[in-house]
């Protein structure tokens, strides 16, 4: 079936700067997209989402873009702290009511 | 948003045997999903808990495996059936309203190991 995947699987960026995760999905016929966060033992938190009529939606220090000339979404995080240290993951849906999860990428923030 | 507990949260099973794992919704949900996790790798959804009816099932997974359960809008089952070790990985119950105000909430998941 389709996929939606990743670029980079580990990200190391140091506590202050901005992050910028990349996903890449194969649908064009997807309409709706999620981050979600992943610390170790939970389960995946909502971050942002953004439908396919925009571009860009912003939320408190993240921001997501969607390049659909080039299937192409990125989360962007600005002035990264520890507590961003995680696993993010992008799904898209594109068929009824499910979300197909990318493959992941770990950030990880240096002190 | 929903929230969701999820039980148990870990487990260790003997080979052979069956583990049933119960997520419990705070609110009225339509669409509630099972996933299985991988340590270090992405969700795989298994299938859609329909309310009422038989379960959804994705390629791969079947229901005499994983037979699941929703008797209403709010609790779910998943039960991992006839375990091997190939079946240790995290489990995950995902629940709400798709494009809600927060997407698809997710349990902490259940960690399962089999011997």
């Known amino acids: 079936g389709e996929s939606v995947g990743l670029h980079l699987p580990t990200l190391s960026v140091q506590e202050g700067d901005n992050s910028i995760i990349n996903c890449a999905y194969s649908?064009?016929?997807?309409?709706?997209f999620i981050w979600y966060k992943q610390e170790s033992g939970k389960g995946p938190q909502f971050i942002i989402d953004?439908?396919?009529?925009?571009d860009k939606r912003q939320g408190q220090r993240v921001t997501v873009l969607l390049n659909k000339t080039v299937k192409h979404l990125s989360l962007q995080i600005a002035a990264t702290q520890p507590g961003d240290s995680a696993v993010y993951f992008c799904?898209?849906?594109?068929?009824?009511?499910?979300?197909?999860f990318g493959g992941g990428t770990r950030l990880m923030v240096k002190p | 948003s929903a929230v969701i507990s999820q039980k148990p949260s870990r487990d260790i099973c003997q080979r052979g045997t069956s583990l049933t794992i119960q997520c419990q919704v705070d609110?009225?949900?339509?669409?509630m999903f099972w996933y299985r996790q991988q340590p270090g790798q992405s969700l795989t959804l298994i299938a859609t808990?329909?309310?009422?009816?038989?379960?959804?099932?994705e390629s791969g997974f079947v229901i005499d495996k994983f037979p699941i359960s929703r008797p209403n809008l709010t609790f779910s089952t998943l039960t991992v059936s006839n375990m091997s070790p190939e079946d240790s990985s995290i489990y995950l119950c995902?629940?709400?309203?798709?494009?809600?105000?927060?997407?698809?909430?997710f349990g902490s998941g259940t960690r399962l190991t089999v011997v």
């Open positions: 808990a329909n309310q009422g009816s038989e379960a959804t099932y």
């Open positions: 609110s009225q949900v339509t669409m």
């Open positions: 953004i439908r396919s009529n925009m």
């Open positions: 649908n064009s016929a997807s309409d709706y």
């Open positions: 995902s629940a709400g309203e798709l494009q809600g105000l927060s997407g698809y909430t």
């Open positions: 799904a898209e849906n594109n068929a009824g009511n499910m979300l197909t």
